[in-house]
Structures are given as structure tokens and as C-alpha cells.
């Protein structure tokens, strides 16, 4: 019985290949190099052979292609020629054992090798591809140094056949933002992380996506003080204020000339001392709205006082950002900040949409997919985008998939939008 310890044996080390070449291409480098930094054993020689794919998968391919080849040998040869004189002893005739010998020898062959030697490795090698690769990576270098200059020949020709057609045998993928989010999801649906959590995830990886326009406070919500009021109007605006810090204007909304800070009035305010405003003025950063939020928030860091002032390039005020926007960009907005939910789904499936709602946390929510280059950051400027106009109340567009209606209008700011799904419309 060598010759069926032989195949079987052939087909474990098949499965060994198998389990090696999936397990080495499904870790993360990541993890490999943490792993290879903590000093895990094995973890560097499977860092290297995933730096060099082509090399590796070389050496898996001469492996799998030896191994394919000997057990064609050792099972048609030796264990075909025994199965088949036992069917003659058994009384068959020697063309009918020598064909259901060996083709009972092969389907035997075959099913062992599709099971054991491929399908149960590498289901193996998926439950934990970083710890597999560092098991056997070892091994499988010492293997691709062996077997050395048959490597060299297929790594080689394979890049001149990529060569010759155009392409690179590099990936030239890379870790995309879709895929940070799938990996995210799936990890709040093994409940790896919070539902909370992964809302957060979200939002940072929104921020370098969204301009300083989609999380700042326009001009039009800005509460500020001009220095052109009386001293008991502008003392009335400070005890008033729910607000920290406020932008000064000098009679004109465009020529900001600072901020204050309330609290630090409070002592001049409480004791009725004449009140010099202008002593009191802070420089506040300038950011154009083109920069994105990521960078404004660097430069919230580094300022001063907790507010920069969005100017656009004709330098005209466009309005404010502070920490509690970047904030609100990345956790949802507060109640006691909001008025009003940013959306709120009705019980026949439709979503009631504010349209200050930043659009790309509404594409989220319904499942849109918006242009990567837009010119709009809100709700109401994906209706204006579409419609190329300011809307009336009722009008309609359909963007992906859904319908868009203007339900309500503050002025000639859209205030409401319903999305109603088309496909659950015609249903």
C-alpha cells in the first residue's frame, strides 16, 4: 500500500500549497507588520512574501504543478494497475478492470484532492489568514529559495506578458473609502463596534470629502455685534446671546473685524462699568470656503480663540466654524443646537428632509451616490443643482432613483424636501 500513502500524502502537501497561497494573499500587511513589530514568529517571512506576490505565486505554481503531476503518476500507474487486477481476480475481463480501475482510481484522486487537498485549506486558511501565513510562511521561502531559478523564469516571463499587454503586475489598488466602510459595517453587524461608533467612523471620513461651506454656520444664521450700535444695545446682545464667542463687524457684514469672547465680559457686564468693545476684539482666523474641513479644523487648532471666519474669493463673509460644527460633522447635531431632526422617515417608507441637511449624510441615509466634484453641500442644494433654479413649493425632480419634493420654502431657502423612493411609488 506505498503507492496509496504516496497519493495520499501528494495531496496533503497540495492542500499545504493551497492553504499557503490563500492564506499569504488574504492577509492584511497591516496586521503582518504589527505582528512582525510584536515579534511573532514567522510574521516577517510572510510580510515578505506578501511584498512579492509574483515570486510567491511562482513558487505555489511550480509546487501545485509538481505535486499534480506525480499523483497523476502514482495514482494511474501503480494504483490503477492494482485496482484493476483485483477486478480481474474478481472475475471481470482485463479491458473492463483496467477501465473501471483506473477510472475509479482517478474519481477517487480527484475527489480527494478537490476536498482535502484545496477546499477544507483554504476554508482554513480564511478563518485566519495573518496566523496561517506566519505558520507556514517559513516554510514556503525555503521553498521559493530551493527552487529558485524556476521562479526567477516565471516571475519573469509572466512581466514580460504583462509588459506586452499594457498592464502592471502590481495592484494598483489601493484601501478605499467604500471599503473602510464595509469593513466598519460588518464590524457593527458582528458586534465589534457600537452602531454609535460606526456612525462616528462615518462622519471622519466625511470631513476630508466635505468643504468648510458643508459644516460651517452661514452667514444668514450668524448672530454678531456691530460696533456702530450703542453701548446698552450691545450690552443687551452679550446678556442675550446663547453664544461663546460672537464675529464684530464695523457697520458692514463683509468687514469683520473680529470676535469676542462672552464669558470674559461677564465681569464688566455684572459690575455696570463702562463697556469699550473694541479693547475687547480678538483677531479670529480668515479660511477661504474652498479649503475642506480636515484643514479648517487644523486651523481651529492653532487659532487663538475657538472660531475662523469663511470669507469666499471675492472676500465677501460667508460665515463661521467652530469646533461644535466639526462636531456636529462628525457625531449628528445636538438637540439643543437643531430645532428640527435633520430627517425623519414617515411611516410609508418616504423621508422628511430639512434642506440644511448636509447632503452626503443624506446620500448615506437613503443609499444615494452622489458626483465625487460637486458644487452644493446641503439638501436644498442638490434640488437647486438639479433644477438649475431657485424651486417653487410642490415642484418635483428625480435624481438615482428617487423623488424629490419641495414642501415647504423659508423665503427662497428650502426648508422641507419629502424623497419618495420610485420603484415603492409604482408598487
Given at each position: ?5 504516496i ?79 483485483i477486478l ?37 486558511a ?6 496561517v ?8 521561502r ?10 526567477w ?58 468643504a ?45 473685524v ?89 411611516a410609508?417608507?418616504?423621508w ?13 441615509q ?22 438649475q433654479?431657485?424651486?417653487e ?5 428625480e ?9 415647504d ?19
Open positions: 500500500m506505498l503507492e496509496l500513502a497519493a495520499v500524502a501528494l495531496i496533503a502537501l497540495n492542500g499545504v500549497f493551497a492553504l499557503s497561497e490563500l492564506a499569504v494573499v488574504s492577509a492584511r500587511k497591516s496586521r503582518l507588520r504589527s505582528m512582525a513589530e510584536a515579534r511573532r514568529s514567522g510574521a516577517a517571512a510572510a510580510l515578505t512574501l506578501a511584498e512579492e506576490p509574483g515570486r510567491f505565486l511562482s513558487t505555489v505554481q511550480i509546487g501545485i504543478t509538481l505535486i499534480g503531476i506525480l499523483s497523476g503518476v502514482v495514482s494511474g500507474a501503480a494504483l490503477g494497475d492494482r485496482l484493476a487486477d480481474t481476480e474478481a472475475g471481470l475481463t482485463r479491458s473492463l478492470a483496467d477501465t473501471l480501475g483506473y477510472g475509479l482510481v482517478i474519481a477517487v484522486i480527484t475527489y480527494l484532492s478537490v476536498i482535502v487537498g484545496e477546499l477544507v485549506p483554504k476554508h482554513l480564511l478563518r485566519d489568514p495573518e496566523g501565513a506566519c505558520l507556514v510562511a517559513p516554510g514556503m525555503l521553498v521559493s529559495r530551493a527552487a529558485m531559478p524556476a521562479v523564469l516565471l516571475d519573469a516571463s509572466t512581466r514580460a506578458v504583462f509588459r506586452l499587454i499594457g498592464q502592471e503586475t502590481e495592484s494598483a489598488s489601493a484601501v478605499t473609502q467604500e471599503e473602510i466602510r464595509a469593513l466598519v459595517a460588518e464590524a457593527e453587524t458582528a458586534g465589534v463596534i457600537e452602531t454609535g461608533e460606526r456612525k462616528m467612523i462615518a462622519g471622519v471620513l466625511r470631513l476630508g470629502d466635505r468648510v461651506r458643508g459644516v460651517m454656520t452661514p452667514r444668514t444664521e450668524v448672530h454678531w455685534i456691530d460696533l456702530g450700535r450703542d453701548e446698552a444695545e450691545i450690552r443687551a446682545l452679550l446678556l442675550d446671546s446663547p453664544h461663546s464667542v460672537l464675529p464684530v463687524i464695523d457697520g458692514n457684514p463683509d468687514d469683520v473680529g470676535v469676542v469672547q462672552v464669558r470674559r465680559l461677564i465681569g464688566p457686564l455684572a459690575s455696570g462699568a463702562p463697556l469699550d468693545l473694541r479693547q475687547h476684539v480678538h483677531a479670529a482666523p480668515v479660511v477661504p470656503d474652498t479649503i475642506d474641513a480636515l484643514e479648517a479644523l487644523e486651523r481651529l487648532q492653532a487659532a487663538p480663540v475657538p472660531m475662523a471666519l469663511v470669507h469666499d474669493e471675492y472676500g465677501h463673509f460667508d460665515g463661521v466654524v467652530t469646533p461644535a460644527d466639526i462636531l456636529d460633522a462628525i457625531a449628528g447635531a445636538f438637540h439643543s443646537e437643531a430645532a428640527e431632526p435633520e430627517a425623519v422617515q414617515r410609508d417608507g418616504s422628511l428632509i430639512a434642506g440644511w441637511m448636509p447632503v452626503d449624510e443624506m446620500a448615506d437613503l443609499g444615494l451616490r452622489l458626483e465625487a466634484s460637486r458644487a452644493y453641500e446641503t439638501a436644498a442644494g442638490l434640488i437647486i443643482h438639479a433644477l433654479r431657485i424651486p413649493t410642490g415642484e418635483t425632480c435624481i438615482a432613483g428617487w423623488r424629490f419634493e419641495v414642501v420654502l423659508d423665503g427662497r431657502r428650502v426648508d422641507k424636501i419629502l424623497a419618495t423612493r420610485l420603484a415603492e411609488e409604482a408598487v
